[in-house]
């Protein structure tokens, strides 16, 4: 069995959820596989086919030494060694990470879903790096069409991830003036109830709201642009060919920046001047960074990373 381990909330955002569910997703048809998921009901509830829920790590713990996987893929942003020697001792033959391994977990084989420029990690385990491992959905693939340039940055899409922790959505909504464009702007699906209708309450003419989409493949594909903090998102519009601007926020600051600086997206800055920093957009430089990401993100993750695991249990047979 192949075992996947992914945690999403209100402060963390459902990224990891999603990337994790994208991939049980591809590989369910034919190969026996499931999912942990640390989240609420409500937000397993969008990611249930192959997956249990559970409440924490000790739950998850618990589940791995039962559900004993010949292959754990652990996608939590504080997995520790405790957790590899865990999967381990259940009887994992392979031991993978999708995410960081600073708090000491201990992999076969590692995957950096990127091109940037700081240095990959090493170890006693094998690397696979690029773009092309980065995970996006097989619907958002099947829309992807031959690139057309935007003719105008009139239609505008915001969505900052499932929660939005760094309450962009918040700063959008006031700062919004009516400057000719039209925003929509998606409350994530791990946002409060009462924090939806606080930023549901701010009313413009030229402002709109989406909640909770099942997804934003179609929403991507009719707006001529998407603000965003530079996670899966991004990875989607750049799939798909729609531009994609970021504003840099804490830890995602870095992957705005680097993103930026090989022509792939357009970097608004600081929150405080990213508002003033979209209006000033010119169109032609926005379309050939757009093309630039197009051509990078190819949306084959799946396929890749599948034929490593199926190279994996090849070496224990």
């Not at 357009?266 to 990213?274: E, Q, S, T």
Request: glycine share 6%.
């Amino acid at each position: 069995m192949i075992l996947l381990h992914a945690r999403g909330n209100e402060k963390i955002g459902i990224g990891n959820l999603a990337r994790c569910y994208e991939l049980v997703k591809f590989l369910a048809p034919n190969r026996d596989v499931k999912a942990i998921f640390e989240c609420d009901e409500k937000l397993f509830s969008r990611f249930s086919q192959n997956a249990i829920r559970s409440e924490n790590l000790e739950h998850s713990k618990e589940l791995i030494y039962r559900l004993k996987p010949q292959i754990y893929i652990n996608d939590l942003l504080d997995a520790d060694k405790n957790l590899s020697d865990i999967a381990r001792n259940a009887g994992a033959r392979k031991i993978v990470s999708f995410n960081t391994l600073e708090y000491g977990f201990e992999p076969d084989a590692l995957f950096i879903m990127d091109e940037f420029d700081y240095p990959a990690a090493s170890g006693n385990f094998e690397v696979f790096r690029s773009f092309g491992y980065y995970i996006v959905g097989s619907d958002v693939v099947k829309r992807r069409a031959k690139f057309t340039p935007k003719a105008q940055l009139k239609n505008i899409l915001l969505s900052f991830g499932g929660a939005d922790p760094a309450t962009f959505s918040e700063y959008f909504a006031n700062a919004i003036a009516n400057d000719g464009r039209l925003y929509t702007l998606v409350l994530g699906p791990a946002m409060s109830d009462e924090r939806k209708a606080r930023i549901k309450s701010v009313k413009k003419p030229n402002l709109s709201f989406i909640d909770s989409p099942a997804n934003l493949i179609d929403l991507i594909l009719n707006h001529d642009a998407l603000v965003t903090l530079g996670g899966m998102s991004a990875y989607e519009a750049m799939t798909l060919g729609t531009p994609v601007c970021g504003v840099e926020w804490n830890y995602l600051a870095y992957v705005v920046r680097s993103f930026a600086k090989l022509k792939m997206i357009n970097n608004l800055g600081d929150i405080k001047n990213a508002y003033e920093n979209l209006l000033n957009l010119n169109l032609a430089s926005v379309n050939e960074i757009c093309e630039n990401a197009y051509l990078k993100i190819s949306g084959d993750a799946l396929a890749k990373i599948a034929k490593i695991l199926d190279g994996f249990e090849n070496e224990r047979s």
